[in-house]
Antibody, heavy 120, light 107 residues
Framework: VQLEESGPGLVRPSETMSVTCSVSGVSVTSGGFSWAWIRHVPGKGLEWIGK???????YTTQSLMSRTTISLDPVRNRFSLEIKSMTAADTGVYYC?????????????WGRGILVTVSS | DIEMTQSPSSLSASLGDRVTIICVSS??????VNWYQQKPGKAPELLIYGASTLHSGVPSRFSGSGFGTDFTLSIRGLARDDVATYFC?????????FGQGTRVELK
C-alpha cells in the first residue's frame, strides 16, 4: 500500500488549499478502511483533521469543520482535502493516512507528507 | 474531542536506559490507544496498537500497557535508533486525537 500527497506548497492567506492523496495497492472502497488527513503544525503535535470512508460520508475535527471538506474519488482511487480561508496558523506538513479497522484501529500506512506554507 | 495528555514533553536518556512515556486520556478509551514514532522529516510509524500489541517488525524492546485513561510506552534498553518523537493516539472516538508528543534524546 502506498499513499502520496500532491498539491501546492504555497498558499496565499485567505485562499483555499486543496491537496490530494493518491492511493496504490488497495482500493479506497475496500471494506475496513477509512482515509484520513493529519497535519503537523510547527511547535505543535500531530492534529487529526478528519477522514472519509465512503462517498459522501466524512468526519472533521470540530475546530476545522466550518472550512474543511474531505472527499473520496473511487474512480481515480484517491481522496482529497480542501481547507478554505487559510491563515499562517495552517502552515505545516499535511499527511494522508489509512485508518484501518481490520485487526485494530490505527493508522498503518502514511504518505510522506506535503509542506504547505501560507504566505503572501 | 477526547484530549490525550503526554508527559514528559521531552526527555534525555543514556544508551541502554529504560525510558517511560505516559499518556492520559480525558475520558475512558478502553484499550483503544496506539503509539507512533516519528523521526525528523519522516511520517510517523506505528509501534503499538490496542494499548499493548506490538506492530509487525517493531523491536521487542518497545512495550505498551494501560486501560481506561492511563497508558504507558516503555523502551527497555534505549538504542541510538530510538531517538525520535513519540505520540499516543486514541481510536475510541471516530474523532481521532493525538497527544502532543514526547521528544527522546540521548544524554
Amino acid at each position: 500500500v502506498q499513499l502520496e500527497e500532491s498539491g501546492p506548497g504555497l498558499v496565499r492567506p485567505s485562499e483555499t488549499m486543496s491537496v490530494t492523496c493518491s492511493v496504490s495497492g488497495v482500493s479506497v472502497t475496500s471494506g475496513g478502511f477509512s482515509w484520513a488527513w493529519i497535519r503537523h503544525v510547527p511547535g505543535k503535535g500531530l492534529e487529526w483533521i478528519g477522514k472519509v470512508y465512503k462517498v459522501g460520508v466524512s468526519y472533521t475535527t470540530q475546530s476545522l469543520m466550518s472550512r474543511t471538506t474531505i472527499s473520496l474519488d473511487p474512480v481515480r482511487n484517491r481522496f482529497s482535502l480542501e481547507i478554505k480561508s487559510m491563515t499562517a496558523a495552517d502552515t505545516g506538513v499535511y499527511y494522508c493516512a489509512r485508518d484501518t479497522a481490520v485487526a485494530g484501529d490505527y493508522f498503518d500506512a502514511w504518505g510522506r507528507g506535503i509542506l504547505v506554507t501560507v504566505s503572501s | 474531542d477526547i484530549e490525550m495528555t503526554q508527559s514528559p514533553s521531552s526527555l534525555s536518556a543514556s544508551l541502554g536506559d529504560r525510558v517511560t512515556i505516559i499518556c492520559v486520556s480525558s475520558e475512558n478509551v478502553e484499550d483503544k490507544v496506539n503509539w507512533y514514532q516519528q523521526k525528523p522529516g519522516k511520517a510517523p510509524e506505528l509501534l503499538i496498537y490496542g494499548a499493548s500489541t506490538l506492530h509487525s517488525g517493531v523491536p521487542s524492546r518497545f512495550s505498551g500497557s494501560g486501560f481506561g485513561t492511563d497508558f504507558t510506552l516503555s523502551i527497555r534498553g534505549l538504542a541510538r535508533d530510538d531517538v525520535a518523537t513519540y505520540f499516543c493516539q486514541q481510536s475510541y472516538s471516530t474523532f481521532r486525537t493525538f497527544g502532543q508528543g514526547t521528544r527522546v534524546e540521548l544524554k
